[in-house]
């Protein structure tokens, strides 16, 4: 019931108010220091990430989430880097990523998303064991009564990530990901039952679309390489929406939130706007410390946000 409720809320303001969000990773979540000294609000959407199961940490971020939708009411989204042993073979010998080998990284994996959705290979078997994991982080939540925004396998055009486009070989990889995507969705809609779940489909191209029958929102991730570009993004929304069957769309992640006089302008209708973190929103030194000011709070990052960035997310709703 609260997950329909959400549904019908998200509903209820799209094209009318926009929600201003944040992910987080640290621990600390300085990020919230930065936009309450200078809005005296908190974001009302909180973004986290399913990275950390695996490491039996003490302070999770599913713990992260489950405390502040108790405590603040704020609405969750979730998004999942996937870490995959690069020698599947010798998984605890080997490397664990969830960039590709097509990256310049130092840590990257060259794990298989075509054979990750053929039955009875290795890979596939890791596979659903992963999901069956992140579908125990998920009913923690459920327990708790709180809904999710859930966004897996996100930014799946570009070829960074295991799971995405590698491009040039024949469309293979494309229909892995579909194929990957509809374990998942059946994984936890019809085996694990999970009730808690508002699908966000995060492909980034038409080419990657999947059947409208499993997602229910769709979101773009955009990262202007436009100083200070507080700009709608309408480009990007159009494209999106064109092939999306009529979803409502957020800006799933973001290097700048966009002017809302910007978006009324221009009638992009993004649901929310979820920044990512750090140095993305707060200041940082040449080893990537936050810079803290007299009073012991970090310095907004002048890079990120301008003046009128600022004082629009005071006045807009949300």
């Known amino acids: 019931e609260s997950t329909k409720k959400l549904f019908d809320y998200l509903k209820s303001i799209y094209g009318k108010h926009i929600l201003s969000g944040q992910q987080y990773f ?3 979540e300085l990020e919230d220091a930065v936009y309450y000294r200078i809005t005296e609000h908190l974001p009302a959407v909180r973004g986290y990430d399913l990275l950390d199961m695996c ?13 502040w939708a108790k405590n603040s009411g704020c609405i969750i989204t979730m998004c999942w880097h996937w870490y995959a042993p690069d020698d ?6 080997s490397v664990w990523s969830f960039y590709y080998k097509t990256t310049g990284y130092q840590r990257k994996t060259s794990f298989d998303i075509i054979k990750a959705v053929e039955e009875d290979t290795l890979e596939h078997r890791f596979a659903l064991d992963q999901i069956d994991k992140a ?4 009913k923690k939540l459920e327990a708790e009564d709180i809904p999710v925004l859930w966004r897996p396998l996100h930014e799946a055009d570009g070829n960074w990530f295991w799971w ?32 808690n779940l508002i699908w966000v ?6 080419d990657m679309a999947v059947h409208p029958n499993t997602f229910d929102l769709c979101g773009e991730d955009i990262y202007s390489e436009i100083p200070l570009d507080h700009s709608s993004q309408k480009p990007r929304f159009l494209d999106v929406t064109s092939y999306t069957f009529g979803k409502m769309a957020a800006l799933s992640e973001c290097g700048y939130m966009p002017d809302p006089e910007n978006l ?12 990512w973190w750090g140095s993305f929103v707060y200041k940082t030194d040449e080893n990537g410390r936050p810079v803290f000011d007299n009073n012991g709070l970090p310095l907004h990052n002048s890079e990120k946000f301008s003046e009128a960035g600022r004082v629009r997310v005071a006045q807009s709703d949300g």
């Open 135 to 138: 579908a125990e982080e998920l």
């Open 88 to 93: 599947i073979k010798n998984p605890s010998d």
């Open 55 to 67: 490491k039996n940490i003490s302070d999770s971020q599913t713990d992260r989430a489950i405390y």
């Open 26 to 28: 640290h621990p600390t």
């Open 264 to 275: 009324k302008r221009d009638g992009a209708k993004w649901l929310w706007w979820l920044p």
């Open 164 to 195: 995405g486009n590698r491009k040039n070989d024949g469309g293979e990889s494309i229909e892995a990901y579909k194929k990957l995507w509809y374990i998942i969705f059946d994984r936890m809609e019809n085996y694990h039952k999970l009730t």
């Open 201 to 206: 489909w995060n492909g980034q191209s038409r």
